[in-house]
């Protein structure tokens, strides 16, 4: 079988990223061959070791060399010896600002035999896709501090929404909600405050929607949303939502289906003028790295993201479908290192 | 006994507001006496019915009379008719901007006998309060759009953060975690994004919390922090966050509490250079306007706030503890109408 040559960018990163990734690049490397893929994998040293060598995030060069790559796989970033903000300005927020990640896309579902806080509720409860922008909104970084450390301080932060990138993100969403069985569509937004961002979302809704009568749709403030999302996970199939909702509530939607060691996500250009970003929702968590204690199956459903995206629907389904039948048969967390876990779900897909 | 006499606004609003009102002000007759209260009540009809009539939400006339009470009482706002935002702003945020309800408090605990959604926890395991800012962040209005309905749109929002505001909210926090048994401060924010802001969070908790040696402090991103909510609301005792966090992050403690029925809100003025306004987190609800089918529980518990408030602390203690007795003792809701709960709770604060 000749197979399709992929470059594929890995950003290892800080903490638990390194070992996580091992895991995912172990699963990859069990799924490739067979579904005809082979990965020229080139690793990238960022985060918070190369930021105390050289002051560095993520320079010009790196950048050049990304947007040459097909695909990226990042772990996590982040240290707290580096002050809060700067890798994750620097660096992974670049990253998505710059490849145009406009699409953050975040799956929360509840898998079989996954211990979920919520009581009563199954796996059939939690099915749904999370759409996040990821390029505008309250990331921008615009804003600012003047008279600092004055009782005269004042500190701005701005939410930038363009008819462009709002109208992108909605379009994809109905794609999404348009692919699926319940073919439904839930706004997240505040419009009843932020009423000039809110109301570009609601007419960009409405005038997108109308090519997609086959998709019912609706609106939720925020804060209701997260009332919902732990009383009744059921009325939500595909979400869409600016980037700072998004960020919440995708949390939160971790929190449901079990926690973030299970929660994947791909920072996606589906314009594919840029190579997508696939990473787990998780950060670094320096206090328990380098202990075997770190939970892969992000990653690996992350891996999962990555394969559909470059057009390995199969590759990702067995992928799925491994770490599915491994947490049903999981007794807990806590029994098996990072390691084993990677290399029972490796030997899954191989098998 | 002398009594001393309060003069108290009531708005009772849209929806089911006038239904819970009621409730609300049979408790506070039925506590009001034994306690050496008399409130003088002046009933201000503000809410859709009047936007509709006359155009106006919160008439410069009415904010001046509201300023000569003692203290206001709100049931909800807001109808499906009114283009979404108008009474918000117009109403509810206006009242809390003019009269400087810069401390927006929300308890959030789960009483015995209340259904969480949450499995496994108890009611030893959430006793918080949430100190939301009130009257600054991402709720000034500040911002607009530029080419509406064109490609070239953008809408923004400010975030506007003064030291003046976040000093005054944070050291209100700071007296309220003092006075609590765990004594334990908790900021939620997102400095890692909203740099200019989260920063100026962080300087202010760390400066005003050198006065505060007895107060151990400790830092959540937002998205974090939702996570934490359900997976381990024991770690909270008091929140402080900005106007936009609060929101959020009250709307998902009320859903972990059993629900929007039973959460009470205080827009404080702290200074009493204007009255407060206490208020059901609940909004209007008109689907169920009506039918008795609403919970006044929630705007009882805003009255016992309300009695805290006027320095009538026995009272508020008496109220809570009916309420507290009366959801023991309650075989889930839909068992009595809004007026028999009503009638219940006022009878256990008379007796
Ligand atoms: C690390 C941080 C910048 C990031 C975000 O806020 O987007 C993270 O929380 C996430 O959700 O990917
Ligand atoms: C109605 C709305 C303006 C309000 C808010 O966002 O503050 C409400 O959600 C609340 O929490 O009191």
Same mark, same amino acid.
């Given at each position: ?6 470059? #594929? !960018?890995?950003?290892?990163? /800080?903490? $638990?990223?390194?070992? &996580? *990734?091992? %895991? +995912? ?92 806080? #919520? !009581?009563?509720?199954?796996? /059939?409860? $939690?099915?749904?896709? &999370? *759409?996040? %922008? +990821? ?104 979400? &869409? ?111």
């Amino acid at each position: 079988m000749v197979s399709r040559s992929i470059r #594929l !960018a890995v950003i290892p990163g /800080d903490g $638990i990223g390194p070992e &996580v *990734v091992a %895991e +995912g690049l172990k699963v990859l490397g069990a799924v490739a061959p067979s579904s005809g893929l082979a990965f020229e994998q080139t690793s990238y040293d960022l985060g918070a070791a190369r930021w105390h060598r050289t002051g560095e995030t993520l320079p010009d060069t790196v950048l050049d060399e990304l947007r040459g790559q097909d695909v990226i796989l990042l772990g996590a970033v982040g240290d707290p010896s580096v002050p809060s903000g700067t890798l994750e300005r620097g660096l992974l927020l670049r990253a998505r600002f710059e490849l145009d990640h406009y699409v953050n896309l975040r799956p929360v579902k509840l898998f079989p035999g996954v211990a979920t806080p #919520l !009581a009563g509720v199954t796996p /059939d409860d $939690i099915d749904m896709i &999370v *759409v996040r %922008e +990821g390029t505008e909104g309250p990331y921008t970084g615009v804003g600012g501090v003047l008279r600092r450390d004055s009782p005269n301080e004042v500190a701005t932060q701005e939410s930038v929404n363009t008819a462009y990138g709002v109208e992108r993100v909605i379009r994809y969403a109905f794609e999404v909600a348009a692919s699926r069985p319940r073919r439904k569509l839930t706004l997240v937004h505040k419009d009843n405050v932020l009423t000039f961002a809110g109301d570009l979302y609601q007419r960009t809704l409405k005038r997108v929607g109308a090519g997609y009568p086959q998709v019912a749709v609706d609106y939720l403030h925020v804060d209701a949303a997260t009332m919902f999302f732990v009383s009744r996970p059921q009325r939500f199939d595909v979400i &869409v939502t600016d980037n700072l909702f998004g960020d919440i509530i995708t949390d939160l939607g971790a929190a449901i289906v079990g926690g973030i060691g299970l929660a994947a996500s791909g920072n996606v250009n589906p314009d594919r003028a840029a190579p997508s970003m696939f990473e787990p929702v998780h950060g670094s968590a320096p206090d328990i790295a380098g202990q075997g204690k770190a939970d892969p199956t992000a990653t690996i459903l992350s891996v999962a993201m990555l394969l559909d995206h470059v057009g390995a629907a199969d590759a990702a389904r067995r992928v799925e479908r491994a770490v599915s039948d491994d947490l049903a048969e999981r007794a807990g967390f806590g029994d098996r290192s990072t390691t084993q876990i990677g290399d029972a779900i490796a030997k899954r897909v191989s098998g």
